[in-house]
């Protein structure tokens, strides 16, 4: 890792632990603020303060940069970089009083952070430096085949998406080991890249649902596909072993 890569990961991890322990003093009492792009597809007054904790920091120390954040307006820069920021990302999860959610930051394909205020853990990584939770080196075991994975996936807010979200789904149950559905694009990502996962995939997500996860994926050395649109689904990404990613990626493809 180079000291340009460690000093946007320093601020990577400010802020992801600045927005964290904010949501943390409010779980268990939040409530819901506003609706977005459906009716369940919510925002709280904490998704708010989080992401303006997040953008303070940035202005602070990386006033040059642009920022894309999930609750805010996308700012210009002047650096060539960009951060990529989920103040909340599980807001449904942490609304109903779920403990899977997290704070991702990313400053795009550079360095990244993920905090899990609740089980108070940090992954992290940078382009040229190891994926890690709370600094120790993360190194997933791979399955011996999609039959024997544990797969991870997300569905979206817009019925008809689902609808198709699920035929995709009711494709992989039956040829891996099991599939889980967590609700946070971002940590579903960080603990495929610990192992406790053995590959995530989903369409419909948004950038900054998967920027900082993806490379912690990439860093831990899984393989990181983005997956094409196809048909009325989105784009999406899929991270998963060397061994068994050109099996999962036939399934959702």
């Known amino acids: 890792m180079s000291d340009a890569e460690g000093a946007l990961l320093d601020i990577a991890v400010e802020a992801a632990r600045t927005a964290g322990a904010l ?115 993360l190194n997933p075991t791979p399955p011996k085949d999609l039959a024997h994975a544990l797969v991870a996936t997300g569905f979206g807010y817009d019925t008809r998406r689902r609808e198709l979200q699920v035929e995709v789904a009711a494709r992989v149950v039956p040829r891996a080991r099991d599939i889980r559905r967590g609700g946070s694009a971002a940590l579903d990502l960080a603990w495929t890249a610990a192992g406790r996962l053995d590959a995530y995939y989903e369409r419909g997500v948004n950038l900054w649902d998967v ?23 989105p784009w999406g990404t899929l991270a998963a072993p060397v061994e068994i990613v050109d099996d999962l990626h036939a399934l959702v493809s």
């Open 23 to 137: 949501l943390l003093e409010r779980f268990g009492s939040e409530r819901v603020l506003a609706t977005k792009s459906t009716s369940t597809d919510l925002v709280s007054a904490a998704d708010l303060a989080a992401e303006a904790a997040i953008r303070e920091i940035l202005a602070r120390r990386a006033p040059d940069d642009a920022i894309m954040g999930e609750e805010g307006e996308d700012t210009g820069g002047t650096s060539g970089r960009r951060w990529v920021v989920d103040p909340l990302d599980g807001t449904v999860n942490f609304l109903y009083g779920l403990p899977q959610w997290c704070v991702s930051v990313a400053c795009e394909g550079q360095a990244a952070a993920i905090f899990d205020p609740v089980l108070d853990e940090l992954f992290t990584a940078t382009a040229d430096g190891p994926a890690e939770c709370n600094g120790i080196a």
């Open 211 to 233: 920027a900082a996860g993806e490379l912690i994926c990439a860093r831990a050395g899984l393989e990181v596909v983005r997956l094409a649109p196809v048909g009325e689904l």
